[in-house]
């Protein structure tokens, strides 16, 4: 019931800068995760980065110090900042929440943004 909505994709030179953003529908309560995955052609999507709702993040070791993974609860968003680009971080990005339900893990995902890195 939970819609994802993102933006913030594009085209950057390596070495620059992009912010994504994904905006929830609704209110999160309870126990969750909220995630970026990629997916580069011809590769299976990976994790990226997470945040909980208690604010614990963790990074892919490809990422880590240059990638920072935030939300603001107030307005229900996901934000991804990206800085110092390289062209190994082209891929599409996905906007993931997951709940942890009494019955287990439910995940909902956004659309997905491309962003390529040129050399």
């Known amino acids: 019931q939970v819609q994802l909505v993102e933006s913030g994709g594009g085209l950057v030179q390596a070495g620059g800068s992009l912010r994504l953003s994904c905006a929830a529908s609704d209110s999160i309560f309870g126990l969750n995760a909220m995630n970026w995955y990629r997916q580069a052609p011809g590769k299976q999507r990976e994790s990226v980065a997470t945040?909980?709702?208690?604010?614990?993040?963790t990074y892919a070791d490809s990422v880590k110090g240059r990638f920072t993974i935030s939300r603001d609860n107030a307005k229900n968003a996901l934000y991804l900042q990206m800085n110092s680009l390289k062209p190994e971080d082209t891929a599409v990005y996905y906007c993931?929440?997951?709940?942890?339900?009494?019955?287990?893990?439910?995940?909902?995902w956004g659309q997905g943004t491309q962003v390529t890195v040129s050399s």
């Open positions: 945040i909980t709702s208690g604010g614990t993040t």
């Open positions: 993931n929440l997951r709940q942890f339900t009494t019955w287990g893990p439910q995940d909902y």
